[in-house]
């Protein structure tokens, strides 16, 4: 056995572990501090790192601090209402949420404060206001509790309460409509707003006018497809003859513009007060209301936006199942603005209802089917095989037009939507071709179907849009199984020929697009946990649709798999 080394002292070499122990415990006491305290000291402190004032003789540290200490609670009580709106803003929680913005003023490429722009909001506010006020009373004195009793409006005037309005929202900022719809967007979400109302002056040689738009958020938008989703242009702007950037002219351009204004102000009413309703699950009350404020705003000039008017009316009669007033809405709506993209969608979802309600009517539903389809207005439905071929050509036609206007209309994001419910018209159209057996047409409507579906799917990542990538998921599942049934056809007449690779062929295409529905309807049913906050959508579209398919689907690739294996 070797000897250690010795060490330069003469004493044996430590060992690295016991090195750095001794390490340690150097650095944990190499400080030491000695004082002598004579007789009678006073406020003597003896260490390190010591924080002592003293003034007379006397430590006034504890009284620093304390003043330290209540500066800070000052501070955070006048702090704390300017900082909670960050973490924590108050929600919106009536049965309809509306918040009207401040209006700016278009300048150098922004939306910027405007004294006169906040006081014209403020008047539509009143106007809304005033309204809702006369209409809840109304409610009240009949001793009856309607979705309009809970509709909530706010603006930066309320005067603050708590538990009400802490947010302040300002001018809606950007210098394209674009951005301004993510900004009205983004404020709806952060208070759950329904509807955001804004708008901003112009005021250059070109213009002098107040442009009014509004976002639309409905619940509806989260479990299917609405044709009103996304922003608005409200009608033409508001003109003036006066500088609107011009303070001393500000108290006469608000007269001039007010007609305009109020004009539009009781047509936002009327809108809204069908949309409380159609919240409340009841198209029926909706429509009535519009076809009211269609008698009662007659002399509402059509470049002020009556287009809205007609696009809420024909979408209130879809949800109530009336298409023939839905038709008459929609293309009264295209009459006003003949490349108004929502009415084409409108007109489009409208087609397809009423086409797809043929292959349902006239047969006795299973328990399971009965428990998910609705049976409304099933009488108003395409009577006959070709009068549902003629609605799905309809559908597609409008989802088309709607699909070249998009990219180019006041709220481009619509273009995948539009794109989804044009697969989905494809899909009806191909159902529609392969109950009147033409068959090679069928295969070519739903290879458009798949088309746009996967078009849209892309469009909407999984993380932000689950729901919406579920309907794509969904219409491709459904699209999938009626091409498997169109190779089982082929299958079918090769068999009669004797034609037996054709048959092989036929089925290995059966069972490969069985598979591809089946995988389909399991990427619609995985977002389950990530849309449990749409019950409708839940419904609708998992346990109605996605779920009992994809078994299906599986028995029926799965059956073909075993007779294979047989022969």
Same mark, same amino acid.
């Given at each position: 056995?070797?000897?250690?080394?010795?060490?330069?002292?003469?004493?044996?070499?430590?060992?690295?572990?016991?090195?750095?122990?001794?390490?340690?415990?150097?650095?944990?006491?190499?400080?030491?501090?000695?004082?002598?305290?004579?007789?009678?000291?006073?406020?003597?402190?003896?260490?390190?790192?010591?924080?002592?004032?003293?003034?007379?003789?006397?430590?006034?540290?504890?009284?620093?601090?304390l003043?330290?200490?209540?500066?800070?609670?000052i501070?955070?009580?006048?702090?704390?209402?300017?900082?909670?709106?960050?973490?924590?803003?108050w929600?919106?929680?009536?049965?309809?949420?509306?918040?009207?913005?401040?209006?700016?003023l278009?300048?150098?490429?922004?939306?910027?404060?405007?004294?006169?722009?906040?006081?014209?909001?403020?008047?539509?506010?009143?106007?809304l206001?005033?309204?809702?006020?006369?209409?809840?009373?109304?409610?009240?004195?009949?001793?009856?509790?309607?979705?309009?009793?809970?509709?909530?409006?706010?603006?930066?005037?309320?005067?603050?309460?708590?538990?009400?309005?802490?947010?302040?929202?300002?001018?809606?900022?950007?210098?394209?409509?674009?951005?301004?719809?993510d900004?009205?967007?983004?404020?709806a979400?952060?208070?759950?707003?329904?509807?955001?109302?804004?708008?901003?002056?112009?005021?250059?040689?070109?213009?002098?006018?107040?442009?009014?738009?509004?976002?639309?958020?409905?619940?509806a938008?989260?479990?299917?497809?609405?044709?009103?989703?996304?922003?608005?242009?409200?009608?033409?702007?508001?003109?003036?003859?006066?500088?609107?950037?011009?303070?001393?002219?500000?108290?006469?351009?608000?007269?001039?513009m007010?007609?305009?204004?109020?004009?539009?102000?009781?047509?936002?009413?009327?809108?809204?007060?069908?949309?409380?309703?159609?919240?409340?699950?009841q198209?029926?009350?909706?429509?009535?209301?519009?076809?009211?404020?269609?008698?009662?705003?007659?002399?509402?000039?059509?470049?002020?936006?009556?287009? &809205?008017? $007609?696009?809420? #009316? @024909?979408?209130?009669?879809l !949800? +109530?199942? =009336?298409? %023939?007033? /839905?038709?008459? *809405?929609?293309?009264?709506?295209?009459?006003?603005?003949?490349?108004y993209v929502?009415?084409h969608?409108?007109?489009?979802?409208?087609?397809?209802?009423?086409?797809?309600?043929?292959?349902?009517r006239?047969?006795?539903?299973?328990a399971?089917?009965?428990?998910?389809?609705?049976?409304?207005?099933?009488?108003?439905?395409?009577?006959?095989?070709?009068?549902?071929?003629?609605?799905?050509?309809?559908?597609?036609?409008?989802?088309?037009?709607?699909?070249?206007?998009?990219?180019?209309?006041?709220?481009?994001?619509?273009?995948?939507?539009?794109?989804?419910?044009?697969? &989905?018209? $494809?899909?009806? #159209? @191909?159902?529609?071709?392969? !109950? +009147?057996? =033409?068959? %090679?047409? /069928?295969?070519? *409507?739903?290879?458009?179907?798949?088309?746009?579906?996967?078009?849209?799917?892309?469009?909407?990542?999984?993380?932000?849009?689950?729901?919406?990538?579920?309907?794509?998921?969904?219409?491709?599942?459904?699209?999938?199984?009626?091409?498997?049934?169109?190779?089982?056809?082929?299958?079918?007449?090769?068999?009669?020929?004797?034609?037996?690779?054709?048959?092989?062929?036929?089925?290995?295409?059966?069972?490969?697009?069985?598979?591809?529905?089946?995988?389909?309807?399991?990427?619609?049913?995985?977002?389950?946990e990530?849309?449990?906050?749409?019950?409708?959508?839940?419904k609708?579209?998992?346990?109605?649709?996605?779920?009992?398919?994809?078994?299906?689907? =599986?028995?029926?690739?799965?059956?073909?798999?075993e007779?294979?294996?047989?022969?």
């Open positions: 056995m070797s000897e250690k080394n010795p060490a330069p002292n003469g004493q044996e070499e430590q060992s690295w572990l016991r090195r750095q122990w001794q390490r340690l415990r150097h650095a944990a006491w190499a400080d030491v501090v000695i004082a002598e305290v004579g007789a009678g000291a006073q406020n003597v402190a003896v260490g390190k790192n010591i924080f002592q004032l003293n003034v007379g003789g006397r430590n006034i540290t504890p009284y620093v601090l003043i330290a200490l209540a500066v800070l609670v501070a955070g009580y006048f702090l704390y209402p300017l900082a909670e709106p960050l973490w924590n803003p929600q919106m929680r009536g049965s309809l949420n509306i918040a009207v913005a401040d209006f700016g278009l300048s150098d490429g922004r939306i910027n404060p405007s004294a006169l722009g906040a006081d014209l909001s403020a008047a539509m506010y009143e106007e206001a005033v309204q809702y006020a006369e209409a809840k009373a109304a409610t009240s004195a009949e001793s009856r509790k309607t979705p309009i009793s809970d509709v909530l409006i706010w603006h930066d005037t309320m005067p603050a309460a708590r538990g009400a309005k802490n947010v302040h929202f300002g001018v809606i900022e950007g210098a394209t409509a674009q951005e301004r719809s900004a009205a967007a983004a404020l979400k952060r208070i759950n707003a329904n509807i955001v109302i804004y708008g901003y002056l112009t005021s250059d040689a070109v213009q002098e006018a107040l442009v009014l738009e509004f976002y639309y958020s409905s619940p938008i989260s479990d299917e497809p609405d044709a009103a989703m996304g922003s608005h242009q409200m009608g033409a702007p508001i003109a003036s003859d006066l500088p609107l950037d011009d303070p001393q002219h500000a108290a006469t351009a608000k007269l001039q007010s007609p305009g204004l109020n004009k539009r102000s009781a047509a936002v009413f009327w809108l809204t007060q069908a949309f409380s309703y159609d919240f409340a699950n198209p029926e009350v909706a429509l009535q209301i519009l076809q009211e404020a269609e008698r009662r705003l007659g002399d509402w000039p059509n470049a002020e936006g009556k287009e &809205l008017l $007609y696009l809420f #009316l @024909g979408r209130a009669a !949800f +109530a199942r =009336e298409f %023939e007033e /839905a038709i008459r *809405a929609g293309e009264t709506a295209l009459s006003i603005n003949p490349d929502n009415a969608v409108l007109l489009g979802l409208t087609y397809i209802d009423r086409a797809q309600l043929y292959f349902v006239g047969r006795e539903l299973t399971e089917e009965a428990a998910c389809t609705s049976d409304k207005n099933i009488e108003q439905s395409a009577q006959t095989v070709a009068d549902a071929l003629g609605d799905a050509q309809q559908a597609v036609a409008h989802l088309e037009q709607a699909a070249r206007l998009a990219p180019a209309s006041f709220w481009p994001p619509i273009e995948p939507y539009v794109r989804m419910n044009l697969g &989905l018209a $494809y899909r009806v #159209l @191909g159902l529609a071709r392969i !109950f +009147a057996e =033409e068959y %090679e047409p /069928a295969a070519a *409507a739903l290879q458009s179907a798949a088309g746009q579906l996967t078009t849209a799917a892309a469009a909407f990542p999984v993380q932000e849009s689950p729901q919406y990538f579920a309907w794509t998921q969904m219409g491709l599942g459904l699209t999938y199984r009626l091409q498997a049934h169109l190779a089982s056809v082929d299958e079918f007449v090769a068999s009669q020929t004797g034609q037996a690779e054709a048959v092989a062929a036929a089925r290995a295409e059966t069972i490969a697009l069985l598979g591809d529905s089946v995988n389909a309807y399991q990427s619609c049913i995985n977002q389950k990530a849309t449990l906050g749409y019950p409708v959508f839940q609708k579209v998992l346990e109605c649709s996605c779920i009992p398919y994809r078994e299906s689907a =599986e028995k029926a690739r799965q059956t073909l798999v007779e294979g294996e047989r022969e």
